[in-house]
């Protein structure tokens, strides 16, 4: 069963940082591109950066660009995203999602929650 | 970028109705790289519709995507109530991958 779970979420004050974690089980990891998105309450889906199978591409929104970093660690299976200079409007649920390329999201995970709050 | 539109913002049905909501894109978007995602409260979106017209695994055929170039439509036959949830667009073919605004399906 293919399983995608974020961790690292919770509450950072404006200007601080953060990493979310997303583990991988049930399928083989490095043969997926791996996203982020995120969605701020109540509002819609916003899609925020990429990382290609092997990690040699990445993609960032302009919205988080120079600010967040994505990596993966294929050996564990794992996807991250370091946050830095985090902002009230960074505020979301921050999912991680695996793509074959040029494909959909097929699978997606619960979501972490980021609050960014003084 | 390409902008997705979509349209209505909410849908008012009954149950056994059936429900077509529509996406617009920019421009063209490329190969019909075009996905239709269901979100409910509290969880996560889950894929319906791939390649504008694919049902993805599991999901019912009450469920049918078309179109082509920059007009999408997506078709609920007849509404269950499971089926009354939010859902998106997105297009995947060109960076920034780009998600609508979502449509709205609520029970009238």
């Known amino acids: 069963e293919v399983q995608l779970v974020e961790s690292g979420g919770g509450l950072v004050q404006p200007g601080g940082s953060l990493r979310l974690s997303c583990a991988a089980s049930?399928?083989?990891?490095?043969?997926?591109?791996m996203h982020w998105v995120r969605q701020a309450p109540g509002k819609g889906l916003e899609y925020v950066s990429a990382i290609s199978s092997n990690g040699g591409s990445t993609y960032y929104a302009n919205s988080v660009k120079g600010r967040f970093t994505i990596s993966r660690d294929n050996s564990k299976n794992t996807l991250y995203l370091q946050m830095g200079s985090l902002r009230a409007e960074d505020m979301a649920v921050y999912y991680c999602?695996?793509?074959?390329?040029?494909?959909?999201?097929?699978?997606w995970g619960q979501g972490t929650l980021v609050t960014v709050s003084s | 970028e390409i902008v997705l539109t979509q349209s209505p913002g909410t849908l008012s049905l009954s149950p056994g109705e059936r429900a077509t909501l529509s996406c617009r894109a920019s421009q063209s978007v490329s190969s019909s790289y075009l996905a239709w995602y269901q979100q409910k409260p509290g969880q996560a979106p889950r894929l319906l519709i791939y390649?504008?017209?694919s049902r993805a695994t599991g999901i019912p055929d009450r469920f049918s995507g078309s179109g082509s170039g920059t007009d999408f439509t997506l078709t609920i036959s007849r509404l269950e109530p499971e089926d009354f949830a939010v859902y998106y667009c997105?297009?995947?073919?060109?960076?920034?991958?780009?998600f609508g605004g979502g449509t709205k399906v609520e029970i009238k």
């Open positions: 999602a695996r793509a074959r390329p040029q494909g959909p999201f097929d699978y």
């Open positions: 390649g504008a017209s």
């Open positions: 049930g399928f083989t990891f490095s043969s997926y591109a």
């Open positions: 997105q297009q995947y073919g060109s960076l920034p991958l780009t």
